[in-house]
């Protein structure tokens, strides 16, 4: 499926670009994706998505690692939780062996823990690639190819898809993602999804849309989306109206902004974007997460939780240091509650709060095994790969 879509014009409408798709049997409308996102794509933050986006759009959970499933980490299983009326339920899964890969997604679709199943194969951290797992596997051509088909296998028997999100290599010198691209088509996955840098990259530079392009290319009989720099509605109508793409996958640009998804179901369905939110609706906003993240956590542990969010929501607007540094060390929902009245309600949305959110840094080496690049081949799993822990 692909489609055209015409820029946003200055009354801020589109050209409805007829943006459902189709992932398995599930209608995703619009064509929107939430990433997942280590320590940030917890049952709380989905539910604040999906309450200014759209019910049927997709909202992934964090990283669940396949051994930890099938070892029932304590810790994992409880991550595993989605919220009332979520549906469908996201959950991506890592592995870089088959075979736990398969016996995770058998435990996974047996129990009915999700209703689709996301592969990682995109993460660029050290602690993931130096096990061969993320970003470095698509290398491995046919342990990649194993992994994927080990999990197809596992869904079928009860209809749940299985999707695939790579990056364009481990570096410029070793390319990777038509290939995985192809393999992951080949073996039976719904759709895939391409973060459009390397894992050298990590989330440093500009991504390279025209490799989204190129991929579409080359996948032709299931959905292509794309993933990278997209920090507003306009960024993704121009990603899809360049790339060809089916859908977007969104990261960090909805760090502190979950009422992007609001801007992207307008931009998509042709309607007027929503003026950004003054101080006070973000304040609003900002306690909401607090509550749904006591309820998922606790009230301790929620709150701490909520203190790496808070850069990100008060970004640009009119906020003396003192009160951001407080805001940042904030322990109850009574004080969270105290600083706001503190904040001018009124300050509008400012220009500068755009842009890049969350992790940026450098590019560097990718931390790999031991002659992991002598033979693309090569079937075998790395001694001691398999992450125990979820959650990236």
């Known amino acids: 499926m692909s489609f055209t879509t015409a820029p946003i014009s ?22 929107v994706v939430l990433a997942p996102m280590a320590g940030i794509t917890n049952v709380a933050f989905r539910q604040l998505c999906r309450e200014f986006g759209s019910p049927t759009s997709l909202y992934v959970c964090e990283m669940i690692t396949a051994r930890a499933i099938v070892e029932r980490d304590a810790k994992t299983m409880r991550m595993i939780a989605f919220g009332e009326g979520e549906h469908p339920r996201s959950m991506q899964l890592y592995g870089v062996d088959p075979v736990n890969v398969a016996e995770a997604t058998k435990i996974v679709v047996g129990e009915g823990l999700a209703d689709h199943v996301d592969m990682n194969f995109g993460c660029p951290v050290p602690k993931v690639t130096r096990n061969g797992g993320g970003a470095a596997l698509p ?8 992994i994927v088909a080990a999990a197809v296998k596992a869904a079928e ?27 992951a088509e080949a073996e039976g996955a719904k759709a895939v999804a391409l973060h459009a840098r390397t894992a050298a990259q990590r989330y440093s530079g500009e991504a390279d849309w025209s490799a989204i392009a190129r991929l579409k290319e080359a996948v032709t009989s299931v959905p292509v989306l794309g993933n990278g720099d997209i920090f507003s509605a306009t960024d993704a109508v121009r990603m899809m109206a360049e790339t060809g793409c089916d859908g977007v996958v969104v990261g960090r640009g909805c760090l502190g902004r979950p009422w992007l998804f609001a801007e992207l179901q307008a931009a998509f369905r042709g309607e007027p974007l929503p003026v950004g939110p003054t101080l006070g609706k973000v304040a609003e906003i900002l306690h909401r997460h607090a509550l749904l993240l006591v309820d998922h956590l606790g009230a301790d542990t929620g709150v701490r939780d909520l203190r790496k969010h808070m850069s990100w929501y008060l970004k640009g607007f009119p906020i003396g240091s003192d009160l951001r540094r407080q805001f940042s060390l904030v322990s109850t929902v009574a004080e969270l509650e105290d600083l706001i009245t503190r904040l001018d309600h009124a300050a509008p949305f400012p220009e500068d709060a755009e842009g890049p959110r969350g992790r940026q840094g450098s590019p560097g080496k990718v931390a790999l095994p031991a002659g992991w690049l002598d033979d693309p081949e090569d079937t075998t799993v790395p001694a001691g790969a398999e992450l125990m822990h979820s959650g990236g």
């Open 10 to 31: 200055d009354n801020g409408r589109v050209s409805s670009p007829g943006s459902a798709l189709k992932i398995g049997q599930y209608l995703v409308d619009p064509a």
């Open 139 to 146: 290398y491995k051509r046919r342990l990649f190819g194993e």
């Open 157 to 183: 028997p009860a209809n749940v898809p299985v999707t695939v999100k790579f990056r364009i290599g481990i570096n410029d010198e070793h390319i990777t993602y038509l290939d995985a691209g192809r393999i």
